[in-house]
C-alpha cells in the first residue's frame, strides 16, 4: 500500500513523493545530482554526509548494487529522492538491489517525486535544510529542522574517514589526510604502485611531518571547510615541507590555509558532466563533481609572503567558478573536481601527475 512521502524546510516549501516504505523522519541539506549512472558511488560517498540527494535521473537502480563500485564501507547518505527506484535489477554485476541496501542500513528513500520540481526549486531558491518522513504531520517534520545539525558550521569531515592515529611502517608512503576519503583516490594512487596511509585529521602538522611521507593528499569530505580550523592550522605548517595535493574538500582547505576565502554555493556542484577548463590545455574536461562551498574567484596571482604565487589554473565553464589553485613554489596544488572518476569520465586522471612527479623529485634527492 502506497503512503505520502513528505519534504519540507522550515519556510513551508513542501514536496510529495509516494512509497510503500516505512522509515524513521530524517533532515540533511537537499541538492540534486545531475549522474546518470554512478548511484552506489554517490549513495557511498562519504561526502554526502547530512545531505538528502535528489536523482534527476529517471530511474534509480536498475543494474543494482555491486561492492566493487563502494566508495565507503556504507551507505552515506541521510535520504534519497528519486521519480523511481528499480527494485528488480537486471545487471550481471548485480549482487542485490540499491533498495535492499539502503534498507538494510535503514537509510530512508522514496520515489514518486516530481525531481524536475525539486531542481527548478533549489536552482531558483538556492539548497538549505529540508525534513523527509512518510505520513508525517508536516509541522512535526518542521519542527525537526530545529534541532537539526545544518551544513553551514557542519565539521562532519572531522570524523568522516577511516584514518587512525598509530602508524607503523609510514617512511616513503603517500599519506591521505582522511577526511572522508573516496575508496577510488586510494585506488588510483595503488594503481601507480603507491604505497598509502590514512590519517586522522585530528592529527598534528608535528606528528605528520614526523612520519617521513613521501607527500600528502588532503581528501574530499562532507561538511563546511570553514569550521575544521585546527585541520587549517595544520595544513599552513605543512604547506613548502612536503609535496601537497588537494581534492574538492582538500582544495578548500588549502584555499583555507593560504588565506583565501570560501563562500557557499547556492546549489552547488553534483553531477558527472561538468566542463572545467585547465590552464595550458586546448579542450575542456569533463568532470564529477560533488561541493557546495567554492574557493572565491581571482584572476592575477597572488603573492603569498611564505608560500610563494598562488595561481587558479583551472576555471568551471558552467558559472565561471573556481576549480583549481597552485602553489608550486611550495610544491603544493588542488582540484575542486574529482579527477578519481569515481563515477565519471577518465578526462581528470592525469590531474594526479604533477603530484606524483612532485614525489619522485622528492625521492630522486
Request: glycine share 10%; net charge negative.
Amino acid at each position: 500500500m502506497y503512503k505520502k512521502a513528505v519534504l519540507v524546510n522550515e519556510y513551508g516549501d513542501e514536496f510529495i513523493g509516494w512509497t510503500t516504505e516505512e522509515f524513521k523522519p530524517t533532515t540533511g541539506e537537499l541538492i540534486f545530482n545531475t549522474a546518470m549512472t554512478g548511484f552506489v558511488e554517490i549513495l557511498s560517498d562519504p561526502s554526502y554526509t547530512n545531505q538528502l540527494i535528489t536523482f534527476t535521473s529517471s530511474h534509480v537502480g536498475n543494474y543494482g548494487m555491486s561492492q566493487t563500485d563502494f566508495e565507503s564501507n556504507e551507505p552515506k547518505i541521510e535520504g534519497a529522492i528519486a521519480n523511481s527506484f528499480t527494485y528488480n535489477p537486471s545487471s550481471w554485476r548485480s549482487e542485490k538491489s540499491i533498495t535492499d541496501w539502503l534498507n538494510e542500513y535503514e537509510i530512508p528513500f522514496s520515489g514518486g517525486f516530481d525531481v524536475r520540481a525539486i531542481t527548478t526549486h533549489l536552482r531558483d531558491s538556492g539548497s538549505g535544510m529540508f525534513a523527509f518522513g512518510t505520513d508525517a504531520n508536516t509541522e512535526d517534520l518542521k519542527q525537526l529542522l530545529i534541532n537539526a545539525r545544518n551544513i553551514i558550521g557542519d565539521n562532519s569531515a572531522l570524523n568522516a574517514g577511516l584514518g587512525k592515529s598509530k602508524f607503523h611502517k609510514t617512511k616513503g608512503k603517500i599519506g591521505i589526510l582522511d577526511l572522508g576519503a573516496k575508496s577510488s583516490i586510494v585506488k588510483v594512487l595503488e594503481s601507480k604502485n603507491f604505497d598509502t596511509v590514512l590519517i586522522n585529521p585530528s592529527t598534528d602538522a608535528e606528528e605528520i611531518l614526523s612520519l617521513e611521507l613521501s607527500g600528502l593528499l588532503l581528501s574530499n569530505g562532507p561538511g563546511d571547510p570553514r569550521s575544521l580550523t585546527s585541520v587549517i592550522e595544520n595544513v599552513k605548517k605543512l604547506i613548502g615541507n612536503l609535496p601537497i595535493f588537494g581534492i574538492c574538500l582538500g582544495h578548500q582547505i588549502l584555499g583555507l590555509a593560504c588565506g583565501l576565502i570560501v563562500t557557499k554555493l547556492d546549489f552547488g556542484h553534483h553531477g558527472s558532466n561538468h566542463p572545467v577548463k585547465i590552464e595550458g590545455l586546448k579542450k575542456a574536461i569533463i568532470t564529477s563533481q560533488n561541493h557546495g562551498f567554492t574557493v572565491e574567484s581571482f584572476e592575477k596571482p597572488i603573492k603569498h609572503k611564505k608560500f610563494g604565487a598562488i595561481n587558479a589554473y583551472a576555471t568551471n565553464l558552467n558559472d565561471g567558478s573556481n576549480e583549481g589553485i597552485s602553489l608550486w613554489e611550495s610544491n603544493a596544488y588542488s582540484v575542486q573536481f574529482h579527477p578519481e572518476s569515481g563515477p565519471g569520465t577518465t578526462d581528470g586522471l592525469e590531474i594526479f601527475n604533477p603530484f606524483l612527479n612532485m614525489i619522485g623529485e622528492k625521492h630522486a634527492s
